[in-house]
C-alpha cells in the first residue's frame, strides 16, 4: 500500500521570502503522479502543481515549483515571492496509473504567510 | 465554468438521524470519489465509482454508509444511522479517464453529529 507523509505540521514565512514544503512517499510501483493541493480557509481543494514519476525535469507553476527525487522518493514543494493569499493548507498527493484515479494524501501542512 | 456541487453545504443532525450528502460531477465526467476529511484522520477515500459502477468502496464502514449513482448527474453518500464520530467534511470529486487529467473538487459537506 501507498503511503505519503508530511513532516511539517505547521509552518510560517514572512511575505515575499521563499519557503519549502517537505512531503516523502512509500510505493513499490513506478508510473504514478504527485500532487500539491492547496486549502484556503474556504476549504475548496485547489490544484497547485502535478509531477508525473516518469519525466526527469521537475515541474513549476509561476511561483511554485517542486523538486522530485524519485529514488529517494521525496516531492517537495518551493514557493517563492511567498504572497498573503498562500496561507493555507497544504497537502502532497500520490495516485497510481493503475488504481482508477484515487489519491493518497498526506497528513498536510498548514502554512502561515506573515506580513 | 464548470464545476462539482455539493448539497448541503453544511448539515447539523441528531445521532440516529439519516443523512443524505449530494453531489453533481462536471459533466462529462466519468469518475466521481467520496472523501472525508477529520483533524484525526485527514483526508480519506471513502469509494469511487467510474461510468456509475461502484469500483472500490474499501474505505467506506459497510454497516451504515452507502453510496449510490442513480444517474451520471447525481452521486449520493448516504449515513443511516448516524454517529458523532461521522462528524466531518466530506468532499465529492469528478475527473475524466486519463492518466494526465485532473481530479476536480467540490467545496464539501460540513456534517456535524451531536
Known amino acids: 500500500a501507498q503511503t505519503v507523509t508530511q513532516s511539517q505540521p505547521e509552518m510560517s514565512v514572512q511575505e515575499a521570502e521563499t519557503v519549502t514544503l517537505s512531503c516523502t512517499y512509500d510505493t513499490s510501483e513506478s508510473n504514478y503522479y504527485l500532487f500539491w493541493y492547496k486549502q484556503p480557509p474556504s476549504r475548496q481543494m485547489i490544484l497547485v502543481i502535478r509531477q508525473e514519476a516518469y519525466k526527469q525535469q521537475n515541474a513549476t507553476e509561476n511561483r511554485f515549483s517542486v523538486n522530485f527525487q524519485k529514488a529517494a522518493k521525496s516531492f517537495s514543494l518551493k514557493i517563492s515571492d511567498s504572497q498573503l493569499g498562500d496561507t493555507a493548507m497544504y497537502f502532497c498527493?500520490?495516485?497510481?496509473?493503475?488504481?482508477?484515479?484515487?489519491?493518497?494524501f498526506g497528513q498536510g501542512t498548514e502554512l502561515s504567510v506573515k506580513p | 465554468d464548470a464545476r462539482v456541487t455539493q448539497t448541503p453545504r453544511h448539515k447539523v443532525t441528531e445521532m440516529g438521524q439519516e443523512v443524505t450528502m449530494r453531489c453533481q460531477p462536471i459533466?462529462?465526467?466519468?469518475?466521481v470519489f467520496w472523501y472525508r476529511q477529520t483533524m484525526m484522520q485527514g483526508l480519506e477515500l471513502l469509494a469511487y465509482f467510474r461510468n456509475r459502477a461502484p469500483l472500490d468502496d474499501s474505505g467506506m464502514p459497510k454497516d451504515r454508509f452507502s453510496a449510490e449513482m442513480p444517474d451520471a448527474t447525481l452521486a449520493t453518500l448516504k449515513i443511516q444511522p448516524s454517529e458523532p464520530r461521522d462528524s466531518a467534511v466530506y468532499f465529492c470529486?469528478?475527473?475524466?479517464?486519463?492518466?494526465?487529467?485532473?481530479?476536480?473538487f467540490g467545496p464539501g459537506t460540513r456534517l456535524t453529529v451531536l
Open positions: 470529486a469528478s475527473r475524466q479517464t486519463g492518466s494526465y487529467n485532473e481530479q476536480f
Open positions: 459533466l462529462g465526467h466519468n469518475t
Open positions: 498527493a500520490f495516485m497510481s496509473y493503475n488504481q482508477g484515479g484515487k489519491l493518497i
